[in-house]
């Protein structure tokens, strides 16, 4: 209780010192925050596309219905797929007639169907990274009964691609700006206790422990993180709402991802200012 009075009371001794660091706290998040809700939208865009990736296996003309069935068996029993759809050639040609609509005179002028029958094999989520899908096509096209395989591998690359540039992406600029954040506190703590360095020495001489003098330091750190976080999450959420109304909605990013920014906040607080006190408590 000591230890919170004495951060409190710190606080309100220098308010502008403590706005003004809070402020620049929540800048430095703000920033991660914002890229954020653009990672975890561009994430949510990708899952959608993710859910379309499947494999298409076209069999043979002359391939009989028992064949096929033992061919859906065989791809049932890899455990990177979930299901598998048979399409017909009248299947197929009435699908194509209705995805491409624009071509309705050619396909009405057809006296034979040249569209092949075909296996659609939807596959497991966490099995359409390239590796997976690249696997099922090998397999499928190894088949006997199977003319050609189809699953656009260079577009599987690329989606895949695009979620690792993403993940590395929120991660350097996270830990930037998360190092830019713990470098303003402890700053902020080294005035602070500069600024009480006569009190600090009163202590020492009457046995108060490093502990005891650090630990007021380190709720105001603490403290002012949690503050920054907050701000950052409400002004991430401001740009948020901005976004939505004025250019295109947007999803809004999970509570533990707002929950987890300002407990990042105050721990990054909390550290740098560790890092100051101790510091200063060496060179004292």
Do not use: K
Request: cysteine-free.
């Amino acid at each position: 209780m000591y230890a919170l009075r004495e951060a409190i009371a710190a606080i309100r001794r220098a308010p502008l010192l403590t706005i003004l660091s809070a402020a620049m706290v929540a800048l430095a998040l703000f920033v991660v925050g914002v890229f954020g809700v653009v990672t975890y939208n561009l994430h949510q865009a990708l899952t959608q596309i993710e859910e379309r990736v499947e494999v298409v296996a076209y069999v043979r003309d002359d391939v009989l219905e028992d064949q096929v069935r033992e061919l859906e068996g065989v791809l049932l029993e890899l455990e990177e797929v979930r299901a598998v759809r048979f399409v017909s050639r009248e299947d197929a040609l009435l699908t194509a007639r209705e995805t491409l609509g624009e071509f309705e005179d050619l396909f009405s002028g057809l006296q034979v169907n040249p569209l092949p029958a075909s296996l659609e094999v939807e596959l497991q989520p966490g099995f359409r990274n390239p590796e997976a899908v690249a696997r099922v096509a090998g397999l499928a096209r190894r088949h006997p009964n199977v003319e050609d395989v189809a699953y656009g591998g260079d577009w599987v690359d690329r989606l895949h691609l695009l979620r690792q540039v993403g993940a590395i992406g929120t991660a350097i600029l996270g830990m930037a700006f998360s190092l830019v954040a713990a470098l303003i506190i402890a700053t902020a703590v080294r005035i602070a206790i500069f600024a009480r360095r006569d009190e600090i020495q009163v202590m020492r001489l009457v046995g108060a422990t490093n502990g005891f003098i650090r630990r007021p330091f380190l709720l105001e750190g603490f403290l002012t993180g949690i503050a920054g976080g907050l701000l950052a999450a409400g002004l991430t959420y401001s740009a948020y709402l901005v976004v939505y109304r004025l250019v295109f909605p947007l999803d809004w990013i999970p509570m533990e991802w707002i929950a987890g920014g300002v407990i990042a906040g105050g721990a990054f607080g909390l550290l740098a200012s560790a890092v100051a006190v101790r510091r200063y408590l060496r060179e004292v």
